[in-house]
């Protein structure tokens, strides 16, 4: 199974900040890299799908790389509507696995 | 555009068998584009993948689950149901559908139910 190592757990910034969040996988996973923002009592929304690409409707402040293992989530100017919980996922190969998730908040 | 929703019971007694359904509109689970799952998050909690159903019946499970998992689809009705046997309270949680989308080789959940609390308790 492809273990997925998110951090950090917890996060406080404030609004106009730049924020990273960093997913690291246990093997290489070709880009197999999702990004999802959940807020309290609602499902997981799509944000990026394929390590980078945007998911429409998804504002362009949000963005994602990868290198190697390693998978960033940067959000360039955080707004009010940001803060939530973040959770990185694999589908490279099954079982699928999500991050502990990234709790950001003011 | 593509809307899912959950229903079945919010009590499960332990030992029982989990039931759930989610029915599709705006697509058809028929589609080859696309996969159908289910997600669980114990409250609290993160997200645990438990398995999809493709539209040609092709069923795939968390192993860790495997042994208690059914996911069917039912076409007449654009739907697909979870079953969990043997409960027990660690499988309290609120129950996602969610329709993966795959492409060359690269899937995502792109878009989920509401969610469907399950508590297991006598």
């Known amino acids: 199974d492809i273990q997925m190592t998110q951090s950090p757990s917890s996060l406080s910034a404030s609004v106009g900040d730049r924020v990273t969040i960093t997913c690291r996988t246990s093997q290489s996973i070709s880009s197999n890299l999702n990004w999802y923002q959940q807020k309290l009592g609602k499902a997981p929304k799509l944000l990026i799908y394929?390590?980078?690409t945007l998911q429409s409707g998804v504002p362009s402040r949000f963005s994602g790389s990868e290198s190697g293992t390693d998978f960033t989530l940067t959000i360039s100017s955080l707004q009010p509507e940001d803060f939530a919980t973040y959770y990185c996922?694999?589908?490279?190969?099954?079982?699928?696995?999500f991050g502990q998730g990234t709790k950001l908040d003011i | 555009q593509v809307q899912l929703q959950e229903s079945g019971p919010g009590l499960v007694k332990p030992s029982e068998t989990l039931s759930l359904t989610c029915t599709v509109s705006?697509?058809?689970?028929?589609?080859?584009?696309?996969?159908w799952s289910w997600i669980r998050q114990p409250p609290g909690k993160g997200l645990e993948w438990i398995g999809y159903i493709y539209y040609d019946g092709t069923t795939n499970y968390n192993p860790s689950l495997k042994s208690r998992v059914t996911i069917s689809v039912d076409r007449s009705k654009n739907q697909f149901s979870l079953k969990l046997t043997s409960v027990t309270a660690a499988d309290t949680a609120i129950y996602y559908c969610?329709?993966?989308?795959?492409?060359?080789?690269?899937?995502?959940?792109?878009?989920w139910g509401q969610g469907n609390l399950v508590t297991v308790s006598s």
């Open positions: 969610a329709r993966i989308t795959n492409r060359q080789h690269l899937g995502w959940f792109d878009s």
């Open positions: 996922q694999q589908s490279y190969s099954v079982p699928y696995s």
């Open positions: 705006g697509d058809s689970v028929s589609s080859s584009i696309y996969y």
């Open positions: 394929a390590a980078s």
